[in-house]
């Protein structure tokens, strides 16, 4: 089984800044493209920011010059830096991967649980 379990979500106050982490686990055998979803109350989830394994980002428009996100391809781990955080940055926070169990079959997509970032003052 293969396991995305993001961590470092919390309260903090507008223009502070935060860092997620999505650690893939289990058995793998190789992680392609990753991403940072959001969910705000009342609304669709909507991407944050993608990253391809050599290391190509892809970033929505509201988050550009705010956010980066990074990935160690070593450590099966994939990070999302925020900084300059305003309170319609409020969500619940996702990591996706594309991930191949083995050389014989296709990648498929998994999600992580979530995790809360609120701002606020």
């Known amino acids: 089984q293969v396991q995305l379990v993001e961590s470092g979500g919390g309260l903090v106050e507008p223009g502070g800044s935060l860092r997620l982490s999505c650690a893939a686990s289990?058995?793998?055998?190789?992680?392609?493209?990753m991403g940072w979803f959001r969910q705000a109350p009342g609304k669709e989830r909507e991407l944050v920011a993608t990253?391809?394994?050599?290391?190509?980002?892809v970033y929505t428009d509201s988050v550009k010059g705010r956010f980066t996100v990074s990935r160690d391809n070593a450590k099966n781990t994939m990070y999302l830096q925020m900084t300059s955080l305003k309170p319609e940055d409020t969500a619940v926070y996702y990591c996706?991967?594309?991930?191949?169990?083995?050389?014989?079959?296709?990648?498929?997509?998994?999600w992580g649980q979530g995790t809360q970032v609120t701002i606020s003052s």
């Open positions: 996706a991967a594309f991930i191949r169990l083995s050389e014989r079959v296709s990648e498929r997509q998994f």
């Open positions: 289990g058995s793998i055998f190789i992680i392609g493209d």
């Open positions: 990253i391809t394994r050599p290391g190509t980002t």
